[in-house]
């Protein structure tokens, strides 16, 4: 053969070489692939901000006044109603707080609104307790009392058999992220 063929011969004989190898490490290659999924145990990053209204009683009646007292599924009202037989005459309401969170609670405001407006205020003498104000209240921490007395005032007795309504509320946050 002549030197020229041989050059050729043996130039296509490395391009097959190189296609063949390159084809087979072609053929060989491949793509790994990894799916997963990171599943968050939800309660560790979910706090749950949970103060509820436990245990409430009648504490004191004077007189022949009565009253009556009751509290939502949920806990977070309640409902007192006291029957006041005549000017003088005092209910009181117990009740507890307690957190049922997983996070520590900051107890704020306590305060006593009436829709009756100035008629409350001139029939009724009513105390929200302050004592539980600013207070932090901890996981699974109870506390309250007797602490809400409605009384119909000695001088009031131009509001006999009027009904006055009024609530009574307890404003709270979660205690980590209060200002």
Do not use: H
Request: hydrophobic share 35%; aromatic share 10%; charged share 20%.
């Amino acid at each position: 053969m002549k030197k020229s063929n041989k050059k050729l011969a043996s130039l296509l004989l490395v391009f097959a070489l190189v296609f063949v190898t390159g084809g087979v490490y072609a053929s060989a290659s491949g793509v790994l692939t990894f799916d997963g999924v990171a599943k968050l145990n939800e309660s560790v990053i979910t706090d749950e901000l949970g103060v509820k209204i436990v245990s409430p009683y009648i504490c004191k009646t004077t007189g022949n006044s009565t009253g009556t007292v009751t509290v939502s599924e949920d806990g977070q009202t309640m409902t007192m109603t006291a029957y006041l037989d005549k000017p003088g005459d005092t209910v009181g309401f117990g009740y507890k707080v307690k957190n049922t969170g997983t996070v520590d609670a900051y107890l704020g405001k306590c305060k006593i609104e009436s829709p009756n407006g100035d008629d409350f205020n001139k029939a009724i003498s009513a105390n929200a307790p302050t004592y539980l104000e600013n207070s932090v209240l901890k996981v699974d921490e109870m506390t309250g009392g007797c602490a809400l007395y409605v009384t119909w005032k000695s001088d009031a007795e131009a509001y006999a058999g009027q009904e006055i309504s009024y609530t009574f509320s307890i404003d709270y946050v979660d205690n980590n992220t209060r200002k």
